[in-house]
């Protein structure tokens, strides 16, 4: 099909100037905006038809007809690039959905068009329109299956919380008792024994009760710290940051602006994974010799838990690796509760998390 302009304006553009786009999908035009805000179409090609049902002479003659397919939620936007584009004597690019003349039915579009002049008739662009309706559902679809996978990211965090929090009560309430009446019964024996290789024995049985017991309160506070119930997140935090340090040699620095912080448990027991995680991967990766801990309250509106070291640092293709869980794992957590993290590391220089939460 050969191109044919629709003229009905002042402004006289040659057929040859769009014709050889006929053939394109999509639509060619030009675009006018005159002093009294009236949008025009001095060119439209044939591709009007496919792209909005509306004939080429059709649109030139009442260019209301393309506002009148806008979709509601999308005219402000639509007015809003239009005006920062006569603004700025910038491109215009908008996207937005039109219904469909008769169907009814939703489409996307993409505008792109070249800022050409104002002058004394008004605005005037070049550009094209292009259906981009695949594409972006395409997008919404992935946009959508992120969501589920963070939602059921979430909840599968939630289930592991609840059933952490019901093993370390067991632990804590059947083998602590069980290891604590063993104590007690092995006590009474080892008084009505005479012999000293007996009495040997039981001691070594009950040295062996005892480690058992630190057992079983260590894996009790990995699980479910009983200071986060009973003190706040920032008592746990330090007292995770002195065991840390016990167990590594390395000093921790703790600073804190207040004593208490009031967060949901949700956050509190989300704050503590990601200071584990956090100190998991010093104690593995950094080889540092100095952390210090930030836990602080902006103005109760936000709560940021930061924490550096002096280790070997890392760069950024390392932190992308495939395998990179646990930062993804920070990433994710914080995410899902609408906070925002901010991970600064080079090879040799340290590296620096910092996460914070809406109070």
């Given at each position: 099909?050969?191109?044919?302009?629709?003229?009905?304006?002042?402004?006289?553009?040659?057929?040859?100037?769009?014709?050889?786009?006929?053939?394109?999908?999509?639509?060619?035009?030009?675009?006018?905006?005159?002093?009294?805000?009236?949008?025009?179409?001095?060119?439209?090609?044939?591709?009007?038809?496919?792209?909005?049902?509306?004939?080429?002479?059709?649109?030139?003659?009442?260019?209301?007809?393309?506002?009148?397919?806008?979709?509601?939620?999308?005219?402000?936007s639509f007015h809003k690039s239009m005006l920062s584009s006569v603004k700025h004597a910038s491109?215009?690019?908008?996207?937005?959905?039109?219904?469909?003349?008769?169907?009814?039915?939703?489409?996307?579009?993409?505008?792109?068009?070249?800022?050409?002049?104002?002058?004394?008739?008004?605005?005037?662009?070049?550009?094209?329109?292009?259906?981009?309706?695949?594409?972006?559902?395409?997008?919404?679809?992935?946009?959508?299956?992120?969501?589920?996978?963070?939602?059921?990211?979430?909840?599968?965090?939630?289930?592991?919380?609840?059933?952490?929090?019901?093993?370390?009560?067991?632990?804590?309430?059947?083998?602590?008792?069980?290891?604590?009446?063993?104590?007690?019964?092995?006590?009474?024996?080892?008084?009505?024994?005479?012999?000293?290789?007996?009495?040997?024995?039981?001691?070594?049985?009950?040295?062996?009760?005892?480690?058992?017991?630190?057992?079983?309160?260590?894996?009790?506070?990995?699980?479910?710290?009983?200071?986060?119930?009973?003190?706040?997140?920032?008592?746990?935090?330090?007292?995770?940051?002195?065991?840390?340090?016990?167990?590594?040699?390395?000093?921790?620095?703790?600073?804190?602006?207040?004593?208490?912080?009031?967060?949901?448990?949700?956050?509190?027991?989300?704050?503590?994974?990601?200071?584990?995680?956090?100190?998991?991967?010093?104690?593995?990766h950094a080889s540092a010799k100095h952390v210090q801990v930030e836990i602080l309250s902006e103005?109760?509106?936000?709560?940021?838990?930061?924490?550096?070291?002096?280790?070997?640092?890392?760069?950024?293709?390392?932190?992308?690796?495939?395998?990179?869980?646990?930062?993804?794992?920070?990433?994710?957590?914080?995410?899902?509760?609408?906070?925002?993290?901010?991970?600064?590391?080079?090879?040799?220089?340290?590296?620096?998390?910092?996460?914070?939460?809406?109070?």
């Amino acid at each position: 099909m050969t191109g044919k302009a629709y003229d009905h304006s002042p402004v006289q553009i040659l057929e040859s100037d769009f014709s050889f786009l006929d053939s394109l999908p999509g639509m060619a035009c030009k675009i006018t905006l005159d002093k009294s805000g009236q949008l025009g179409f001095p060119y439209v090609s044939e591709g009007s038809m496919d792209l909005l049902g509306v004939k080429p002479v059709d649109l030139s003659r009442r260019p209301d007809l393309l506002l009148g397919l806008l979709h509601r939620d999308d005219e402000k936007s639509f007015h809003k690039s239009m005006l920062s584009s006569v603004k700025h004597a910038s491109a215009w690019n908008w996207e937005g959905r039109i219904v469909m003349p008769g169907s009814g039915d939703i489409k996307w579009i993409n505008l792109r068009a070249r800022y050409h002049n104002t002058d004394a008739g008004g605005t005037h662009w070049k550009g094209f329109v292009v259906n981009i309706t695949q594409s972006k559902q395409a997008e919404l679809e992935l946009k959508e299956s992120r969501q589920r996978l963070g939602e059921l990211s979430s909840h599968i965090e939630f289930i592991k919380e609840e059933e952490r929090t019901r093993i370390a009560r067991e632990i804590h309430d059947e083998i602590g008792a069980h290891l604590t009446a063993l104590k007690m019964d092995l006590s009474w024996l080892a008084r009505r024994l005479e012999s000293e290789a007996l009495l040997e024995k039981t001691q070594d049985m009950a040295n062996l009760l005892d480690e058992a017991g630190r057992a079983a309160n260590n894996l009790v506070h990995s699980l479910r710290p009983g200071s986060l119930d009973c003190f706040g997140i920032v008592a746990t935090v330090e007292i995770e940051a002195r065991e840390f340090s016990k167990r590594t040699g390395i000093p921790c620095k703790i600073v804190k602006s207040d004593d208490h912080l009031d967060l949901t448990d949700e956050q509190s027991i989300t704050l503590f994974r990601v200071f584990q995680e956090t100190l998991n991967n010093i104690m593995k990766h950094a080889s540092a010799k100095h952390v210090q801990v930030e836990i602080l309250s902006e103005d109760r509106r936000r709560v940021e838990l930061v924490v550096s070291d002096d280790g070997c640092g890392f760069n950024e293709e390392a932190r992308n690796k495939p395998r990179s869980f646990g930062l993804r794992g920070i990433q994710e957590r914080i995410h899902q509760l609408g906070g925002k993290v901010a991970i600064a590391s080079r090879p040799g220089q340290g590296t620096r998390i910092a996460v914070s939460l809406p109070l």
